[in-house]
C-alpha cells in the first residue's frame, strides 16, 4: 500500500463528514500511544498552554525523582529518556515559547541534579546542545521574550 501525501490526505478529509471525521480520529487514537497523546493535547490542552506547560513540568520532576543515581550510566541513559519525553511534547504544541520553557526548565534541572553532571562529559554535552538550542530558539521570539529568556540562560551558564 503506497502512502498518501500530506496534501491528499487533506483534500479527502475535506470531502468527509463530521461524523466520519470523528469515526477516523477515534480509529487513529487506538493504534498508537503518541496518536493518542496528540489529540489529548489538541482537544484538552492546546487552549491552555500554560497548564500544558505546568503538567509537562511536572513530569519532568518526577522522571528526575526516578534516575537511578548508582551510576553515571543509568543516568545517561535517563536524562536521554526524559529528553526525548520533553522533544515530543514539544512536537505536540508547535508553540516557540513553549519549546524554550521546556528546554530551560530541563537544563535546569540537570544543572542542579545530584550527582553533579560536571563530572560526566557526555551529561556535559547533552547540557550544552540544549543551551545552544535554546539561544537559536530565543532569536526567534519577540525581543521581549528574548531579554527575559536570556536573563535565564545566563543564570544556567553562571
Keep these: 500500500m503506497k502512502t498518501a501525501t500530506v496534501k491528499e490526505l487533506k483534500t479527502e478529509l475535506g470531502y468527509r463528514s463530521r461524523d466520519e471525521l ?4 477515534l480509529r487513529l487514537s487506538r493504534f498508537k500511544k503518541e496518536n493518542k497523546e496528540l489529540l489529548t493535547y489538541l482537544l484538552f490542552e492546546s ?19 526516578l534516575i537511578n543515581t548508582s551510576s553515571y550510566y543509568f543516568i545517561k541513559k ?7 519525553m520533553i522533544k515530543k511534547y514539544i512536537r505536540y504544541s508547535k508553540n516557540k515559547e513553549t519549546e ?21 562529559t557526555v551529561l ?35
Design 100 to 120: 524554550v520553557e521546556l528546554l530551560l526548565y530541563f537544563c535546569q534541572k540537570l544543572k542542579d541534579f545530584k550527582p553533579s553532571i560536571k563530572n560526566n
Design 22 to 25: 470523528v469515526d477516523i480520529c
Design 47 to 65: 487552549t491552555h498552554e500554560e497548564g500544558y506547560i505546568i503538567g509537562v513540568k511536572e513530569e519532568i520532576d518526577e522522571q528526575f525523582e
Design 78 to 84: 535517563s536524562v536521554r529518556k526524559i529528553l526525548r
Design 124 to 158: 556535559l554535552n547533552i547540557y550544552y546542545r540544549e543551551i545552544n538550542s535554546i539561544k537559536k530558539k530565543v532569536s526567534t521570539l519577540h525581543e521581549d521574550l528574548q531579554y527575559d529568556y536570556l536573563l535565564e540562560l545566563e543564570s544556567l551558564l553562571g
